[in-house]
């Protein structure tokens, strides 16, 4: 029955749906890329300013460079993957909010209210 209703709500607002998750797979884009980019810069960061490993590495560009642009490098291809990981929870996460504003703007109009009551 949930299972029923969820369908329900999802295809009775198809258009908030798909405009939230248009406007939702950007933003997760662009919060990968900048995740992948501040993960490098922190590289960056590390061998340029930790002594013991800056001594050993003569220009630190060129290996911000190699691991930017080459996407066999393990450094870049990690931080990908947790901030894919991580966006997929705040994917999740404002699905299920708009679910939950939809339902409380339902149970509103179903009652005489013209506002949420919860999620205003």
Known sequence: MAA???FNLVWSNALRFAVVGGIGE??????????SVGTCLAFYLLVTY??????TIFEPILLLIVIFFNLFQIVFIISYAVSTLFMAVYSVAMDTLLACFIVDETNQQSKGGKAPLYAP
């Open 26 to 35: 950007i933003i997760m884009f662009l919060g990968k890329i900048l995740i």
């Open 4 to 6: 029923y209703d969820g």
């Open 50 to 55: 930790v002594e013991s490993i800056a001594s």
